[in-house]
């Protein structure tokens, strides 16, 4: 078994050990990982193995909440001097409304199926846009465990206040995504040791897709794109943790490889 097994497998264990122990027919995990760490791939690993498990389970990514194209240029107008809310990815730029709705139905759900939005990322030359509602993927009931994932899901508002005003801005969006931590019953945060290599990451995952024959960035859009990133690592990595969380948390550091130090 490889390492990255692994590190996957103690993950699963810890997971089922939750689900066993919440005594709820559905258990909402959240999991927090930089951009680039392999949430992903992690997350469907987990898939595939808890369906040998017979427990049904859906990883939705919190970038399938992203606003629109259209409400995403309207947000970018809004705040023309904030350079973290003219592209996707900050708090802010995600559909609250929709990701509520979505995770009530996954709680709620008994019998009917429950469309899952989606994201296109490559529309617009790559800025993105949401995929039409015909086109998104649909889960059926009975559903066991709902993996929750995102690059910021867990940063909480800080209190310090900043010398950059745009900060006060991202830390009043923030404090709206409390609605979507409530439906959480178990966190994993996956922290890198050194936020550059978040970076390195980002570019071996674009240099996979375009090996793939998909729509990538080059290495020199990455470290721009990335690099808007870094400030917001900086500011919040810290502020999640297990006294912030309140739920069954499972924390690892990871080296430049992903992998658990």
């Known amino acids: 078994m490889s390492e990255t097994n692994e590190f996957y497998n103690k993950i699963m264990n810890w997971i089922l050990e939750q689900y066993k122990e919440c005594n709820k027919e559905k258990l909402f995990v959240g999991l927090n990982a ?40 309207q947000l ?13 990815g900050y708090p802010g730029t995600h559909d609250i409304p929709l990701g509520t709705q979505t995770l009530s ?21 790559g800025q993105g846009d949401r995929q039409p ?17 995102g690059w910021m899901l867990g940063f909480q508002p800080q209190n310090v206040t900043s010398t950059d005003p745009n900060w006060q801005v991202i830390d009043n969006f923030l404090k709206k995504y409390i609605v979507w931590m409530n439906f959480l019953n178990a966190f ?21 897709m375009r090996a793939k024959g998909q729509t990538g960035m080059s290495d020199e859009e990455v470290i721009k794109y990335a690099e808007k990133f870094l400030p917001a690592y900086e500011r919040y990595s ?17 080296n430049k490889n992903r992998l658990p130090i």
């Open 133 to 149: 509602k015909s086109s998104w993927d649909s889960i059926h009931p009975p559903i066991h465990i709902i993996l929750l994932e």
């Open 188 to 208: 994993i945060y996956l922290k890198a040791k050194n936020n550059e290599f978040i970076i390195e990451w980002r570019k071996e995952a674009e240099q996979n």
């Open 34 to 73: 930089p951009q680039g760490a392999g949430k992903t791939t992690l997350t469907h690993h987990l898939v595939k193995e808890f369906a040998k498990l017979k427990l049904n389970t859906i990883a939705i990514s919190i970038d399938d909440f992203y606003l629109t194209r259209e409400n995403q240029l």
């Open 76 to 88: 970018a107008n809004k705040f023309p001097n904030n350079p973290y809310l003219q592209q996707r």
């Open 238 to 254: 810290d502020s999640i943790n297990s006294s912030v969380i309140q739920e069954p948390f499972l924390e690892f550091t990871l």
């Open 105 to 125: 139905e996954l709680n709620h759900a008994v019998d009917s199926p429950i469309p899952i939005p989606r994201y296109n990322k490559s529309a617009f030359s």
